[in-house]
Structures are given as C-alpha cells and as structure tokens.
C-alpha cells in the first residue's frame, strides 16, 4: 500500500524557518518525482516544488522560489522541503504527492498533509 | 501561467442526480488534465488523468472529457459520499495550475 507521511510543521514566526519530512513506503520510491502543494486556510490549492526521482532536478513556484529548498534521500525514502524567510502567507497544509509513473505527472497519491503557521 | 477557471464554484444536488462540472484552461493543454476530490478535512485525492482516464480505484460513475481548453467532470448518479470540492489541474506547462474548485453539497 502506498503511503506517504509528512511531518514537521508547526507554528513559526515570520522570518523563520521550517523543514518538512515526507516519509514514503509501498512503492520503488527512487524511481518517482515528488512535489509539494499547499492549500491555505479554506483556499485551494496551490503548487510548491517537485523533485525528481534522483534529486538532479527541482522546480519552484516563483511565491517560493529562493526561499525554499527540495531535496530527497533514496536511500530513506524521504523527501525535505526547507522553508526559510517564512511568511504570513506561507501559512498552509502543505502536501507530499506522488506521480502516476516515472514521468513528472500525473498526479496520483496524496500524504495527509501537515500544517504550518506564521505568525507572531 | 495558464489559468484555470471552473464552473460552478457550488452547486447543490440530491443523491441519484447527474452532475457536471466545467473547467476551462486559458490556453490550449491538449489532454493533459487532472480532476480531485476533497472531502472536507481530508487530503486530496486524484480521480481521473489526462482528462478521461480514470485513477485505479476510482467508480465508474465518475468520468472525464474534453481536450484542448474545455473539460468536463461527469458524475452520473450522485452518491452520499460524492459530496467533496473537485478540482482541476493542468500539467502541460510550468507551473501546474489549479482551478479554484467546484463545492458540491447536498440538497
């Protein structure tokens, strides 16, 4: 069974930093892209980052970009996502998801999500 | 970036009903288009890829149709546990692009 599991958000000041886990099981995880996306506080949703499988290649929405970093470990099975001059608007559920194939999209499975808050 | 905007944002119906749900891409993405559900409180989950094909798992009362600019989501006889926000998302030029969701409640 796939499963993905984020974990690591909390409540942070603005200017402050976060790293979020995506721990993934059930299937051959270095053969896979990764991405983020966050949904704000009743709001929909909103692409982050992706990575892929081998961590050579990473992309960023311009909101995050310089700010935050991807990266995985295959070898964990887990993908980071630093988060650094965190602001209000970062304020979200940010969500690990898996593709369809080896290729960078579709979009397949979801994590549950975790949630990070900025604010003073 | 391509924008995406769907139609309704809400709309209200009774179990059994058929339900459609537009989304419309600003420029062309040819078929390659995702819909989600979300249930409220829940993570997202995929439900149909490159605009008709369905995610494994997924009941055949949903589907999925259109290509180029305009898609369609068919539910063909509503069910209680339908009741969710679908979204749509392109993936044919960077960034990925969502639509602003669609709230089907119950009548």
């Known amino acids: 069974e796939v499963q993905l599991v984020e974990s690591g958000g909390g409540l942070v000041q603005p200017g402050g930093s976060l790293r979020l886990s995506c721990s993934a099981s059930g299937f051959t995880f270095s053969s896979f892209p990764v991405h983020w996306v966050r949904q704000a506080p009743g709001k929909g949703l909103e692409y982050v980052s992706s990575?892929?499988?081998?961590?050579?290649?990473?992309y960023y929405a311009d909101s995050v970009r310089g700010r935050f970093t991807i990266s995985r470990d295959n070898s964990k099975n887990t993908v980071w996502l630093q988060m650094t001059s965190l602001r209000a608007e970062d304020t979200a559920v940010y969500y690990c998801?898996?593709?369809?194939?080896?290729?960078?999209?579709?979009?397949?499975?979801w994590g549950q999500g975790t949630l990070v808050t900025v604010s003073s | 970036d391509i924008q995406m905007t769907q139609s309704p944002s809400s709309l209200s119906a009774s179990a059994g009903d058929r339900v459609t749900i537009t989304c419309r891409a600003s420029q062309g993405i040819s078929n390659y288009l995702t819909w989600i559900q979300q249930k409220p409180g829940k993570a997202p989950k995929s439900l149909i890829y490159?605009?008709?094909n369905l995610q494994s798992g997924v009941p055949s009362r949903f589907s999925g149709s259109g290509s180029g600019t305009e898609f369609t989501l068919t539910i063909s006889s509503l069910q209680p546990e339908d009741f969710a926000t679908y979204y749509c998302?392109?993936?044919?030029?960077?960034?990925?692009?969502f639509g602003g969701g669609t709230k089907v409640e119950i009548k």
């Open positions: 490159a605009a008709s």
């Open positions: 990575i892929n499988h081998n961590g050579y290649t990473t």
């Open positions: 998302q392109q993936y044919n030029s960077f960034p990925p692009t």
């Open positions: 998801v898996k593709v369809s194939n080896s290729g960078w999209w579709p979009l397949d499975y």
